[in-house]
């Protein structure tokens, strides 16, 4: 006679034991002996499946990585949008400073924005980063023929806030410049300036060369108009031109 002990993984609960006769045990050893050797001959027979199943794998890690270059193309995509549309930015304001100084654009300079299109392949990437590195050489080029002190009498171009303080691609105009309804008062008001909306912890930028001349909030005593722009920061351009952060 042959008996079959079952323990259960609980060591509070019992263990449970079977007894079989001896014709029946070695019956079922006889099955198990058998169905291991049918598995086994059906394996070694069939070569086929076993690669089938290799082959499975490998597609499987092949759909996989492309998968992850796909989402990495995507991203790069997405880093090369933003840094395009802030030069494009730049690109305006140096065109613009160009004008008044009455500095020729340089052969290259892009005088129309680039198309917009998202890369679709590998090749299409490289080519838009060899766009946009050829742009930024062009653009630091001109930056420096136009860094020099300008003649007496004339304002220094660097010096003329003309540049957008945030991403203009992440920017929403809250409100602009010239009159407008007060949220306390309901009345017309004039507003000096322009605000603008963007994403938390969003990279401020001064408009144009200057020294910062004052941060903080503004005093009791000064106007609401004051109080209320939060940490101000102040930047002095010359003796006469101020720009004036808020909300910061």
Do not use: C
Not at 37 to 60: E, Q
Not at 176 to 192: A, I, K, Q
Request: no cysteine; aromatic share 6%.
């Amino acid at each position: 006679m042959s008996q079959i002990r079952y323990h259960p993984g609980n060591p509070k609960r019992r263990s449970r034991s079977i007894d079989v006769e001896p014709f029946l045990g070695g019956a079922i050893a006889s099955l198990v002996i058998a169905a291991g050797t049918v598995t086994f001959a059906g394996l070694a027979g069939a070569p086929a499946l076993v690669s089938d199943l290799i082959r499975s794998v490998d597609r499987f890690a092949l759909r996989e990585t492309a998968r992850r270059g796909v989402e990495a193309l995507a991203s790069v995509a997405r880093r090369a949008e933003k840094l395009s549309n802030r030069l494009a930015a730049d690109e305006l304001f140096l065109a613009r400073v160009g004008l008044m100084a009455e500095a020729p654009l340089p052969d290259g300079f892009p005088t129309v924005p680039a198309a917009k299109s998202t890369p679709a392949s590998a090749e299409e990437m490289e080519t838009t980063i060899a766009s946009l590195r050829r742009r930024l050489r062009i653009f630091e080029l001109f930056r420096r023929e136009l860094s020099p002190l300008p003649e007496p009498g004339r304002p220094n171009p660097l010096r003329i806030p003309s540049r957008s303080p945030v991403d203009p691609s992440t920017a929403v105009p809250v409100a602009v410049f010239g009159p407008r309804t007060s949220e306390l008062t309901r009345e017309t008001e004039f507003f000096p300036g322009l605000e603008l909306a963007v994403p938390a912890n969003s990279l401020v930028l001064a408009p144009a060369a200057g020294t910062v001349v004052f941060t903080g909030t503004a005093g009791r005593k000064a106007p609401a108009t004051w109080r209320r722009l939060g940490t101000i920061v102040v930047i002095a351009h010359d003796n006469e031109t101020r720009t004036v952060f808020g909300h910061l």
